[in-house]
Structures are given as C-alpha cells and as structure tokens.
C-alpha cells in the first residue's frame, strides 16, 4: 500500500527566509503528486500538481515553486517567506488501494512564518 | 461560484447518536465522484467514502453513509452512533474531469464536528 513521508512536521520560519518541504512517496511508481495548503479554519487549496518526472503544474500564482527531481519525491520551495504563506502544507497522491478515486496525504507540515 | 459547499461550520451531536454533514455541489461534468474526509487534530486527512455520479446505491462504509440525491446536487455524510473519536473536521470534496491526466479534487470549507459525552 501507498504512504507518503513528509518533513518537518513543524516548521517556524522569519519573513523573507527561504524553504523547502520535502515529500517522497511509497508503494507506487509514477505517481501523480499533489501539493495542498490549508489556511488556519479554511479548507484545502490546491497549490501544484506533478504527472511526472520534473513536470509541474502550478493552479494558483503565489511565492511558492514546486520540483520534481525524482519519480518519487517532491519539493515545494520559496525563496522569500510572506506572511501570508503559513499554514498547513500536505502532500497527496492518488489513492491506488480502493479503485483509482481520491488521494492518500502526508501528515502534513504546519509553517509559521513570524 | 463555490464547487462545493458546506454550510454548517460547527455541529454537535450527542455520543452514540447519528449526525447529518452537509454537502452541495456544483459541476456541469456527467461523470464525477464525492468524497468525505476527516481531519482530526492531528491534521491527517483520512477518506471515508466515496460515491460515483453513476452508482445508483448509495455508498456505505461501516457507520458512514453517504446520502447521494443527484437531482438536488447533494452529498449528505451521515454517521451513525456517534463516538467520542468521531470528534474533528469533517470535508466534502469533488473529482471532476480534467485534462494533463491529473486528478482534480475541489474541497469544501469543512465542518467541525464535536461529540458530546
């Protein structure tokens, strides 16, 4: 079956640093990966999407980037925190063990940017 | 406007009896599917069920059910005797069609669900 590491769990960051969420992914191959934030009370926004080996697709513009350097692993990344980038960041793939429907998360990493 | 939406911020419900969440949606897709999942404090998101645009039963997994009236464009998560561990966010999503062979899934806003003892 499919799980999904993420790291940190917590993670406080000041303004205008960088970051870097790593998320690596196993039991599958070739995995459509996703990345989703959650701001505090809200539901979840999708921020990038992978099919595959270095291609990404970003849904909303914003001060994050996101890479693929491996089948198996994903990286979402700014060079200058905001403010307004806190809150919970998860990693998701396509669930591969009831159907092909819905997603298998991380267990997520909750940033505060200070 | 909202693809999906949950109108109810905040519900109790009393241990050990059913509680209604929820659910509306809006997509103009013939095929698509509904999911609930439930975030406890942990932050975790975990699936319950899922239902597909064309299954006529209505989904169930244990003591979640999923209250699928297609004409009204509505997903209802039903969750009978209720425990105390059943206390979290509850949320409704949506797959709908998409091109670039990629699964897009639109999440509501969520429910905050307490059991009282």
């Known amino acids: 079956s499919q799980t999904i590491h993420q790291w940190p769990a917590t993670l406080v960051q000041p303004v205008g640093s960088p970051l870097s969420l790593e998320c690596t992914v196993e039991?599958?191959?070739?995995?459509?990966l996703y990345w989703y934030r959650q701001a505090a009370g809200r539901g979840l926004q999708l921020l990038f999407y992978?099919?595959?080996?270095?291609?990404i697709s970003s849904e909303v513009p914003q001060n994050l980037s996101a890479s693929r350097p491996q089948d198996r692993q994903f990286i979402l990344s700014s060079k200058k925190l905001l403010l307004s980038d806190s809150g919970f960041y998860l990693c998701?793939?396509?669930?591969?063990?009831?159907?092909?429907?819905?997603?298998?998360f991380g267990s997520g990493t909750r940033l505060t940017v200070v | 406007a909202q693809k999906i939406t949950q109108t109810q911020p905040g519900m109790f419900v009393q241990e050990k009896e059913a509680v209604t969440l929820d659910c509306t949606y809006d997509?103009?897709?013939?095929?698509?599917?509904l999911f609930w999942y439930k975030q406890p404090s942990s932050g975790e998101m975990i699936f319950l069920i899922y239902?597909?645009?064309?299954?006529?039963q209505n989904a169930t997994e244990g003591r979640y059910s999923l209250n699928f009236q297609k004409a009204r464009k509505s997903a209802n998560l039903v969750i009978s005797a209720s425990q105390l561990g059943d206390s979290a966010m509850y949320f409704c999503?949506?797959?709908?069609?998409?091109?670039?062979?990629?699964?897009?899934?639109?999440f509501g806003i969520g429910t905050k669900l307490q059991v009282i003892p």
């Open positions: 999503a949506m797959r709908e069609s998409s091109s670039g062979g990629y699964q897009k899934v639109t």
């Open positions: 239902q597909g645009s064309y299954d006529e």
């Open positions: 039991g599958t191959s070739n995995p459509n």
């Open positions: 997509t103009s897709d013939q095929s698509y599917g």
């Open positions: 998701a793939t396509k669930r591969s063990d009831r159907g092909t429907y819905g997603y298998t």
């Open positions: 992978s099919v595959g080996i270095g291609q």
